[in-house]
């Protein structure tokens, strides 16, 4: 029954929704707070162990924080209802999550868009399995389990557990950083490690020259729930046989406290002191499969492993490693050893050092400060949405929120209205037309305007439709969008080809006539960071069940791409069969290549902006994250270039805006393109318009404080540390060295063009010449007949 209740996922819907339907409310009616740090545990009451060091560190650096804790002293142990009130509303408005154990309740809960969840597990080092690394064993997690899988960042102990981690929480290897383990600082002061030693000795009873022995092994059993102790050994009778010069100290894991028995009376009961203070007072520890022995070996003490039931135990619950790569001390497995290797107990310094460079790599007494820094405090400029521009279909083009239950309805609805008004307007006569629909820009961009010249050029006759309009905020404004969608139907009935630049529900909706191309000419060049079916049920992704209704990107007869090498990704994106990506780069490559127009442009920027003539130029262009921030300090940016001898112009996504002060250079309303004119430095994080500065030849850096997350949120189709065209970075002043020592040229930028943007027959440059442009539209001329 037990294992039922454990496995039965309707029981814990039912459990979770005390706390899960208010949550689900709040998140969307209340804003984040990022001051607001929230600590969880229902394995301990208070700030102990890594919580405490964190909170530390935490309002030592920011004292105006506010840090709220909701603790139970066990998984079994009932909620106080206050806990219940306030837990969804502190879940809702928390800009960081901290927990540093198994946390149930939280695990079905989506993480708000901007909030992080760290988890900071409370043991070092990689020893017995646990989380996602014990399906199929017993008590392992059922198939298709939720937990753990929604933390956003987990520190651990070394670079060589960042992989045993990821597996057990189910979570991207990127969200996994060797950052250290807070509790461990304190084995780096050797002033404390001697006073806290000598402290806890005397509370212990420990006399000069005795040899502390510390007991301390894990519990046996499943979970928290079912925790048992071991109990093989007679404790009493060691001791006896040890004789004087020896105390002994048990301390249970908290598990298992409650039900171990009674010690004998000349034991020592270790149950009351913090464990990392009890592993400074002992001199030889006896364990099990503790975790314990990555904290003690800091200490460099001898450590014996006490493992009676190691087969049974390796069985059912497995190891990260052989048994053998933990053993740097005596292995014993009758009780009737112990007290031989507890007078003989050594330290084994090659054991130990491979052992510490294996687990304990990225311990050095800093782990605390950089957790908080790089988890808690790592705060992103803060950037707003223009939401008098923008509707949600254009600024979450890749996302699906609200009730999903009602948004697929509501999807499968419109489907049926529109094939419904669609059907008798495919009784109208075809017209040789070719219609350009986008819903990415509020006015008609220049690549339909320069297709649309190129078809015009080649065949007058030919009518050209083009149909741009952004889905408006507000409801009497989405009708008059309806009307513009309405338009749209009749055109697409009645046209041969249909070009669009995004996902177009006109275009994958609609069963259409068998006269009509449909030409997806995705409005990015290169293949950089994943989109579209690529991230289906990713953070930045839609959700599979509303793409489905919605037949995201389905029904394209021909996909545009700019060079060989992104017909994979284009491929995989789109869902469409490689041999329908063609190889065609965007028009606008060809006012890039222009000399005269570039000139044209540089000539009216320098007149408008006059303060940038006879300036080194950085163009500074991140991409537009969903959930509007910039990852960079701004005008920290811009000051370390100033130092450098260059002028920094900021220039964000169009549907984005931030006001960074008077300091800050956004170069009016010139758009990044027309900017690149005059730039002699591009520099991004994951922004496609890297493709333009490589097609410019202009010297390119990547700035990515964040990218371990961004990968684990979107991901990208070229190697990201290997394929780009100049160096990546993680700070402000690092890239400024970059950029003062010019480590990118223009001709990596070169190469990096000429392996993605690949022209129609790789001509020179000349005034005029419209080489993308045409290939496009002898490829349409071609459908048209």
Request: net charge neutral.
């Amino acid at each position: 029954m037990r294992e039922l209740l454990r496995t039965s996922r309707l029981l814990r819907w039912i459990r979770a929704q005390p706390v899960a339907l208010p949550y689900r409310i709040l998140r969307r009616i209340t804003r984040i707070r990022s001051d607001r740090f929230l600590f969880l545990s229902d394995s301990h009451v208070g700030y102990t162990g890594n919580m405490g060091f964190v909170r530390d560190e935490l309002l030592r650096r920011m004292p105006e924080a506010q840090v709220a804790g909701v603790f139970k002293p066990s998984l079994t142990a009932r909620r106080p209802v206050r806990d219940v009130i306030r837990l969804p509303w502190l879940l809702a408005t928390s800009g960081t999550i901290v927990v540093d154990d198994f946390y149930p309740i939280i695990y079905p809960l989506p993480i708000r868009r901007g909030a992080r969840l760290v988890q900071i597990w409370h043991a070092a080092g990689a020893f017995k399995q646990v989380g996602h690394s014990r399906a199929g064993l017993p008590g392992g997690p059922v198939p298709g389990s939720d937990i753990h899988r929604n933390y956003t960042h987990v520190p651990v102990s070394s670079e060589a557990v960042r992989a045993d981690y990821a597996e057990a929480f189910g979570i991207d290897l990127s969200r996994v950083q060797a950052l250290g383990v807070p509790r461990t600082d304190a084995f780096f002061d050797p002033e404390n490690v001697a006073t806290t030693r000598q402290r806890v000795r005397a509370r212990l009873g420990i006399r000069d020259g005795e040899r502390l022995v510390l007991y301390a092994p894990t519990f046996r059993g499943n979970g928290q729930r079912s925790a048992r102790p071991e109990e093989s050994a007679d404790w009493g009778a060691i001791a006896h046989e040890l004789g004087d010069g020896f105390r002994i100290v048990v301390r249970q894991h908290p598990f298992a406290a409650k039900s171990a028995p009674p010690l004998p009376a000349h034991i020592l009961d270790g149950g009351a002191e913090e464990m990392n203070d009890l592993l400074m007072a002992t001199d030889v520890l006896v364990t099990d499969y503790s975790s314990s022995i990555f904290e003690f070996a800091l200490l460099r003490r001898p450590i014996v492993l006490f493992v009676p039931d190691l087969d049974d135990y390796a069985g059912s619950r497995s190891f990260y490693r052989p048994f053998e790569s933990y053993a740097i001390g005596p292995v014993v497995r009758d009780p009737g050893g112990l007290a031989s290797a507890l007078r003989t107990a050594e330290v084994d310094e090659p054991a130990l050092e491979a052992f510490l460079d294996e687990f304990c790599d990225a311990l050095d007494g800093e782990s605390t400060s950089r957790i908080v820094e790089r988890m808690l405090l790592a705060s992103p400029d803060r950037v707003v949405v223009d939401e008098g521009t923008v509707a949600p279909g254009s600024v979450e083009p890749t996302r699906a929120r609200g009730a999903m239950g009602l948004r697929v309805a509501a999807a499968r609805l419109a489907r049926l209205i529109l094939s419904v008004a669609y059907a008798p307007l495919k009784l109208l006569p075809v017209q040789r037309k070719v219609v350009m629909v986008s819903r990415e820009h509020p006015v008609v961009p220049d690549d339909f305007t320069d297709l649309a010249a190129a078809l015009t050029t080649r065949d007058p006759a030919v009518r050209v439709v083009m149909l741009v309009r952004m889905v408006p905020p507000g409801i009497l404004r989405k009708i008059g969008y309806g009307l513009h969608l309405l338009r749209q139907l009749y055109h697409v009935a009645t046209a041969r080809v249909l070009v669009i630049d995004t996902y177009s529900i006109v275009a994958s909706v609609l069963p259409h006539r068998d006269e009509l191309t449909v030409i997806q000419m995705w409005h990015a060049l290169g293949a950089f960071k994943k989109f579209g079916l690529s991230i289906l049920g990713l953070e930045e992704g839609r959700d599979r069940r509303l793409a489905d209704a919605m037949r995201m990107h389905q029904g394209y007869d021909i996909v545009l791409t700019s060079a060989e090498d992104c017909r994979p990704a284009f491929a995989e994106a789109f869902g469409t069969p490689p041999d329908r990506v063609r190889v065609a780069p965007l028009p606008r490559v060809d006012r890039l290549r222009d000399p005269e127009r570039r000139a044209r442009t540089r000539e009216r920027i320098l007149a408008t902006l006059p303060h940038l003539a006879g300036r080194r130029i950085a163009v500074f262009a991140p991409t537009f994250r969903l959930d509007g921030t910039v990852a960079v300090d701004v005008r920290a940016l811009t000051e370390a270039l100033r130092v450098q001898g260059v002028h920094t112009v900021v220039k964000l996504h169009p549907l984005m805006h931030g006001d960074f002060g008077p300091d800050v250079d956004t170069g009016g309303d010139f758009s990044t393109q027309e900017m690149l004119a005059v730039a002699d430095v591009f520099i991004t994080d994951y922004s496609s318009a890297l493709y333009e500065a490589a097609v410019l030849e202009i010297p390119t850096y990547f700035l990515t404080p964040d990218l371990d997350a961004y990968l684990a949120s979107r991901d990208f189709y070229l190697d990201y540390r290997r394929d780009l065209p100049g160096p990546i970075v993680a700070t402000v002043d690092h890239l400024a060295e970059a950029v003062g020592r010019k480590d990118a040229s223009p001709a990596d930028a070169r190469r990096f063009a000429k392996r993605w943007v690949q022209i129609p027959g790789d001509p020179t440059p000349v005034a005029g010449a419209t080489p993308c442009a045409d290939a496009i539209a002898d490829l349409i001329a071609d459908r048209l007949g």
